[in-house]
């Protein structure tokens, strides 16, 4: 069984299940914390290391929220280390914990925190929430769940993004057309956008990525099917409102009205030809909606990815947690650190500066937000939406059957085969992964 062992991230075989149970049981309630006005009273100085993967276009803000932080708790000192991708970070956590030589502070990707959560490597954080009386009402419900697992509150998000649709504004005018908000109305969209000559498209009326799972697992659950079955036993792509989804973008690829890349170098393709108005409108992280302003010759506009039974978009980026084998006296220091990067006095500071979503709805009507909406206006889309931004599928599987499926994806867009077939032969070997998980 591959419970507690998240080794689906990466292969070090030395990490063994019997290690993660030494290193603090993630299923444990947490060890009752002192009192909160002793806590305040003890100003001892402090050194934390917070191991991330801000790139470069963040260190910036990075520096300014320690720097303020450091004025509100001049005791503790937050030593920044950045350690790679996600993936890089993610394995040297793994040997850290092996090594019982662990920071208090991490980023985490989200989809890896259910692997991380269950094998006891970060804190539950639920007391230090009660006890400190944080609003979490506050946050958007998605993004907070997604930094939750097992009715346990694991993190924050910090760097959020969610997918988008950016469309040629300029383009949708002068054609009459509006983004299509629900599948009805995406049939039609298509005939006036597409573009074709001597039977071949010219001109794509909108793309989605096939590269990561992350750009059309909304599309499954708006479909009103579902990855997993409600008891997360058995996966559900082969029942028919879970095809609906693969079912039209075959239809929609092979009438040459969608694009759809998959592989090395698909994202800057896809990108490229949306700018060389060949795509009129593209799927895409909102970590990338300045990119776009930036570079495109024409007005950019930015609206929800559209539903049918429902109507979501999942979260993406990176959240911060606290190491749970780190000592008492270094978790009280991680907390306030965790609490003040994510708090909403800083949050659309933090959001100019990083380029991600601010998370918490209050900040919306502050003069600052106003500012951030009246400067970048494409962003309200998504506070639109603000509560329809949901988790990823949180199991500790997913990172690897979802390979599975992305596979089918990868075979539909590639060679033309039959996705459903493809998709129905794809679930008993996905099956087969998911039982190992218990």
Not at 179 to 189: G, K, L, V, Y
Request: proline letters at 5%; glycine letters at 8%; aromatic letters at 12%.
């Amino acid at each position: 069984m591959k419970s507690k062992k998240w080794l689906s991230i990466s292969v070090l075989a030395a990490l063994t299940a019997s290690t993660l149970a030494a290193c603090g049981g993630g299923g444990d309630k947490p060890a009752a914390l002192p009192d909160a006005k002793a806590v305040e009273e003890d100003k001892t100085p402090i050194t934390i290391q917070y191991w991330h993967s801000h790139a470069d276009a963040q260190l910036a803000g990075l520096n300014y929220m320690i720097a303020e932080f450091n004025k509100k708790y001049p005791y503790i000192t937050v030593e920044p280390v950045f350690q790679g991708a996600y993936t890089d970070l993610q394995k040297k956590l793994q040997a850290a914990v092996a090594a019982k030589e662990v920071p208090a502070v991490t980023n985490v990707e989200v989809s890896a925190l259910p692997n991380f959560a269950d094998g006891g490597v970060f804190s539950d954080l639920t007391e230090y929430i009660k006890r400190d009386k944080v609003d979490l009402n506050d946050f958007s419900k998605g993004m907070l769940a997604a930094y939750a697992f097992n009715n346990k509150q694991y993190g924050f998000p910090l760097i959020v993004s969610t997918s988008v649709m950016v469309y040629n504004k300029t383009m949708f005018d002068k054609l009459g057309v509006k983004p299509p908000q629900t599948w009805a109305e995406i049939e039609d969209f298509n005939k006036k956008v597409t573009l074709k000559e001597n039977g071949k498209t010219t001109r794509y009326a909108f793309a989605v990525p096939g590269w990561d799972t992350w750009y059309y697992d909304p599309w499954i659950s708006n479909g009103g099917g579902a990855i997993l079955s409600a008891d997360k036993k058995k996966i559900a792509l082969d029942q028919p409102d879970s095809l609906r989804w693969i079912q039209n973008f075959d239809k929609w690829i092979k009438d040459g009205s969608m694009q759809m890349g998959y592989g090395k170098g698909a994202s800057d393709v896809m990108r490229q030809m949306f700018l060389d108005q060949k795509i009129g409108m593209v799927q895409h992280t909102s970590a990338v909606i300045k990119t776009y302003l930036e570079n495109a010759k024409f007005e950019i506009g930015v609206s929800f990815i559209p539903g049918d039974k429902e109507r979501k978009s999942h979260i993406g980026g990176a959240g911060i947690v606290m190491m749970d084998m780190a000592p008492q006296k270094q978790k009280e220091a991680a907390w306030k650190f965790i609490k003040f990067m994510t708090d909403a006095e800083h949050n659309i500071k933090w959001a100019e500066d990083t380029g991600y979503l601010p998370t918490h709805k209050s900040v919306v009507n502050t003069e600052e937000g106003k500012q951030y909406f009246q400067k970048w206006p494409q962003y309200k889309a998504v506070f639109d939406n603000f509560d329809n931004v949901a988790p990823r599928p949180q199991h500790t599987g997913y990172p690897e059957f979802s390979n599975v499926y992305k596979e089918v994806v990868g075979e539909m867009v590639l060679n033309g085969k039959d996705p459903v077939s493809l998709m129905k032969a794809a679930v008993p070997k996905m099956n087969d992964i998911l039982s190992e998980y218990k």
